[in-house]
């Protein structure tokens, strides 16, 4: 903060002050001492003086408290010598010079009764525009707006824009995001509001434009209104100024939008503002406070462009945007998560095998990416005939002061139920393997590619609005750009995995709870742990622990695992009685360790089902995107259709591909070592890592001893070959218990 914000503040503290002495000294000799003083038909007095002091100013004479109260907090003036921080004097200056507007309007009303026309509307023939303090009747009305969130706060605009179309272009921008704008002080004898009313625009309370006064110590009357609410909605007690202050800045989401040269009236105003929380942002090149502490970030932000006014006047605030409607042809909702979109009604698809599909949603820097900015970058589904498929890259930027890199996994999970959300499409899958599904009954209704990022864009703002702050969708159907995009999401995939890599079960008291598929898969409770993934794969321990601290009533809870029960197979009776209670008494207990022996329960999201192959005294396992036969005698669908509905099922389990070699994998049956067979893709896949985990467990040849479709598809015709490469398998203990 520069020492001239801070010298011009306090000049303009005793500049305001000096000014109410004066006038109040003069109303003192034409006026009776206890002539009534008020804003008419409100009942807490002075309002800012009330709330904040205590003070009951009711009589003339008994301005005279309040006033010395305000000299009193006029701090030294500031001398070439001090040094910083200015920030304590300033705000108190501030406050000195609000009490000292709040004073003059309430003489301005004595000496002028007229001068403020009563109720909601001005009444524009007669040239009456301002409105003044709101009455106690439009503060019950529109002060619980406040509170219920309807209205989240108000921009207060002083001084004037260049010309009407700015200003109503602006003011229009904070109407959209259901703020009030509260209008006081002129600029070039002009202001806002009067451009308002020249530009046709409506104002009043009920279009939630309020002309307040053409002085900017009218400005007071905003900050009335908001501690008026915050005792009678809050039950905040006059006096206690901490609460009011604190209450104001928690709760109203408001700031000042500065039009034209600020002086040291303006600017004592605003440092005024800043007790209460609300920033000041200017279009003119003022000295800026941009330091944190009292406002939720900045205080005073210069030279901020008419364009970019009301966007940055939010992100400064730490306003949450709020969008309600979801803009799409489809009907959208829960209701409409587990339907399913069948051969017979399906018009197209992407993913699933036909096409690559992928799913990646990453941070942004808040200048990066623009909010609600939604591109399909190629075919759109209108482009397609009926059996048609598209490759679709879904890319998801966030941006946001609180996002962090952690949260990513959390919000791409997201985007299985969400689109699932929309009438008539289907989702299944997640990550490199998502499929999306889309029904005739959808097409016909008008769904395209689009409407997966409008709803993107709506429902994390809606349900993530703590954490991000900007939502950009970009959507690609060229097979180019999707393989460029899914090169590029491995990586990070990759990353994600590896986090919890050096990370043991053993490590940790507490493992988390994931419930999210429980929409599909009632009784279906995924239990994460450092060494056993979740089964979509797309959840680890850190992103579950990540998920809980962004929503701690949210699907994943953190359980104290408490006494091991079986510490072979995996079982501790925290687990247990957490399961017993998630599964609603469905599932009693479970082995993290153990395919064979009450394995965990499986839901449909889960990217490979293993299954034991008895002749083979060992186990195979299948990844969602093998489509072929398989040695068990089941391809993937029909696993994932038998074992799916989230029961527990001895000899078969789901699990994530980067579970196949985490360390604990199925060790309760004799661990990696028991694997036979593979899909050729998984394989390769996962090759480096197989590699590693065979030297790990002394048989460094593993990885070239696992068979393939390549080799066979049943028991007998691998069989051979494993007896050939002399498999571990073959001598270890029966795997049937
Ligand atoms: Fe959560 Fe498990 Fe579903 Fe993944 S599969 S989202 S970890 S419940
Ligand atoms: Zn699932």
Not at 41 to 49: Q, S
Not at 397 to 424: C, K, S, W
Not at 433 to 454: L, P, Q
Not at 618 to 624: E, H
Request: hydrophobic residues 40%; contains cysteine.
């Amino acid at each position: 903060m520069s020492k001239l914000v801070a010298f011009a503040a306090i000049q303009g503290g005793y500049k305001v002050v000096s000014t109410a002495e004066g006038q109040f000294r003069n109303a003192m000799e034409s006026f009776n001492a206890d002539s009534k003083i008020e804003f008419p038909n409100t009942g807490y007095y002075l309002p800012v003086i009330y709330s904040l002091t205590g003070m009951k100013v009711e009589k003339l004479e008994d301005l005279a408290k309040p006033l010395a109260f305000a000299r009193g907090l006029l701090p030294p003036h500031v001398k070439g010598k001090n040094h910083l921080p200015y920030l304590g004097p300033l705000l108190d200056a501030g406050m000195a010079a609000i009490f000292g507007y709040e004073i003059l309007e309430a003489l301005r009303i004595l000496r002028q009764p007229d001068f403020y026309m009563p109720g909601e509307e001005p009444d524009l023939e007669n040239g009456k525009l301002w409105l003044g303090p709101a009455d106690d009747v439009i503060l019950r009305k529109r002060g619980v707006e406040f509170v219920d969130g309807s209205a989240p706060g108000f921009a207060a605009i002083v001084g004037a824009c260049p010309d009407p179309e700015t200003a109503k272009m602006i003011v229009e921008d904070y109407q959209k995001k259901n703020l009030y704008i509260f209008c006081a002080a002129n600029h070039n004898g002009t202001s806002v509001v009067e451009q308002l009313v020249e530009a046709g625009v409506q104002v009043g309370w009920n279009t939630r434009i309020v002309p307040f006064g053409p002085d900017i110590s009218s400005a007071v009357f905003a900050l009335g209104f908001a501690n008026r609410a915050a005792m009678a909605f809050g039950g905040v007690q006059p006096g206690d100024y901490k609460k009011i202050l604190h209450y104001n800045k928690d709760r109203v989401f408001a700031f000042v939008n500065a039009f034209g040269d600020i002086g040291t009236e303006w600017g004592t105003a605003a440092a005024g503002c800043v007790n209460w929380g609300f920033p000041t942002l200017a279009d003119t090149d003022i000295p800026e406070i941009l330091p944190t502490g009292i406002c939720t970030y900045e205080h005073v932000v210069a030279n901020v462009s008419h364009e970019e006014i009301c966007q940055r006047s939010v992100e400064v605030r730490g306003l949450k945007v709020q969008v309600t409607e979801i803009d799409i042809p489809c009907s959208f909702g829960p209701a409409f998560e587990g339907e399913r979109v069948r051969g017979a009604d399906l018009y197209c698809q992407m993913g699933g095998g036909k096409t690559q599909a992928v799913e990646l949603v990453k941070k942004a820097e808040m200048s990066e990416i623009e909010d609600g900015k939604v591109t399909v970058v190629g075919k759109d589904v209108g482009d397609l005939k009926e059996g048609e498929t598209l490759p679709l890259g879904i890319y998801v930027q966030v941006a946001g002061r609180e996002m962090q890199t952690d949260f990513e996994p959390i919000l791409e999970r997201q985007i299985h139920h969400l689109i699932n959300y929309i009438q008539g499409v289907m989702h299944i899958g997640q990550r490199d393997i998502a499929w999306i599904r889309v029904g005739k009954a959808g097409v016909e209704k008008g769904f395209t590619i689009k409407d997966i990022g409008v709803v993107l864009h709506a429902k994390f703002h809606q349900d993530f609005g703590k954490i991000l702050d900007k939502v950009q969708v970009t959507l690609y159907t060229d097979k180019k750009d999707v393989d460029e995009l899914t090169a590029r999401a491995r990586g990070e995939y990759k990353t994600r995995d590896e986090r919890v890599e050096n990370m043991t079960d053993e490590d940790v008291e507490i493992y988390y709870s994931c419930t999210l598929c429980q929409s599909f898969a009632p009784n279906h409770v995924c239990s994460v742990s450092p060494e056993r993934t979740g089964l979509c794969g797309a959840y680890n321990w850190m992103d579950c622990k990540a998920s809980f601290e962004i929503n701690p009533t949210g699907p994943n809870q953190p359980i104290e695992k408490g006494e091991c029960i079986d510490p072979v197979m995996g079982q501790w009776k925290g687990v247990n009685d957490f399961v017993f209670k998630a599964s609603r008494g469905a599932v009693t207990h479970y082995n993290f360790y153990s395919m064979v022996v009450d394995p965990m329960t499986t839901c449909g999201c889960c990217e490979a089902i293993a299954a034991m192959l008895p002749s083979c005294n060992g186990v195979m396992t299948v990844n969602r995107d093998y489509t072929g036969e398989t040695p068990c005698g089941m391809k993937f669908t029909t696993l994932a259709g038998v074992m799916g509905g989230g029961a527990s099922s001895p000899g078969f389990v789901g699990h994530s591909k980067f579970n196949v070699t985490q360390k604990k994998f199925i060790t309760g049956d004799g661990g990696l070592l028991r694997m036979v067979w593979m899909p050729k893709s998984l394989k390769e896949e996962l090759k480096d890592r197989l590699i590693k985990r065979g030297e790990e467990l002394g048989v460094p040849g593993l990885y070239d001893m696992i068979a393939d479709e390549t080799v066979g598809i049943t028991e007998e015709e691998i069989l051979p070959f494993l007896q050939e490469k002399g498999h571990p398998a073959l001598t270890m203990d029966s795997i049937i218990k």
